[in-house]
């Protein structure tokens, strides 16, 4: 299977900062990443579609400024949280659909778990 | 609007037990994907296997069965011979339909159902 790489895959900061998540699909393309959020013992929620080349796409309730999307490359997804606070506290995983094929499969991340002090 | 339900919060089996993980789904679009995934608590999401809404047979996968019902929208997904590396969340996951475009290939996901198996 794809191999869909994630960075860091722990991270605390202080509240205030920001902090970037690097999403890299390492032996395909992608021209479409997505990004979820998950809480604890809880379910997958999609935030926001990334797209090569274009402004992502958000789920309705997903502030678009304090969750930054950028996909630079075919392999390159970044999800910025800026001024994070403790209620940002999370999981959040990628995942990237490969642009040879046409079946919908995708390939997840490892996750990063961030913690805001 | 498409939504998955998940309604086992919880599930205990025996070792080398069969145990069944129930899934609904509701959906409007004529085609459709359906997907199985397991979450252990390093928090990776694990592809166990797929059913697209056109196919004949229930999908199979080593000891993971898909109980595909679409008359009843449930994609159950029955693990056999249960061991205890199972033990873990497990997700059922719908695909959008809008083949080709940019929002083909996400997903909306179930609650999940905390698998334990017992020794």
């Known amino acids: 299977g794809a191999v869909v790489s994630q960075h860091p895959s722990r991270v605390i900061c202080k509240s205030g900062t920001s902090v970037k998540i690097e999403c890299r699909s390492l032996?395909?393309?992608?021209?479409?990443m997505f990004w979820y959020r998950q809480f604890p013992k809880k379910s997958l929620m999609l935030m926001a579609t990334s797209n090569e080349g274009s402004k992502a796409t958000y789920e309705q309730g997903v502030e678009k400024d304090k969750f930054l999307i950028n996909h630079a490359s075919l392999t390159l997804s970044t999800l910025t949280v800026t001024s994070a606070h403790p209620e940002d506290s999370s999981f959040y995983i990628c995942?990237?659909?490969?642009?040879?094929?046409?079946?919908?499969?995708?390939?997840f991340g490892e996750g990063s778990r961030l913690t805001v002090l | 609007a498409q939504k998955i339900t998940q309604t086992q919060p919880g599930m205990f089996v025996q070792e080398k037990e069969a145990v069944t993980l129930d899934c609904t789904y509701d959906?409007?679009?004529?085609?459709?994907?359906l997907f199985w995934y397991k979450q252990p608590s390093s928090g990776e999401m694990i592809f166990l296997i797929y059913?697209?809404?056109?196919?004949?047979q229930n999908a199979t996968e080593g000891r993971y069965s898909l109980n595909f019902q679409k008359a009843r929208k449930s994609a159950n997904l029955v693990i056999s011979a249960s061991q205890l590396g199972d033990s873990a969340m497990y997700f059922c996951a719908m695909r959008g339909a809008n083949a080709g475009g940019t929002s083909y290939g996400k997903l909306t996901f179930g609650q999940g159902t905390i698998l334990t198996v017992h020794p």
């Open positions: 032996d395909f393309q992608a021209t479409t």
């Open positions: 059913q697209g809404s056109y196919d004949q």
């Open positions: 959906t409007s679009d004529p085609s459709y994907g």
């Open positions: 995942s990237a659909r490969p642009l040879d094929r046409n079946t919908g499969e995708l390939f």
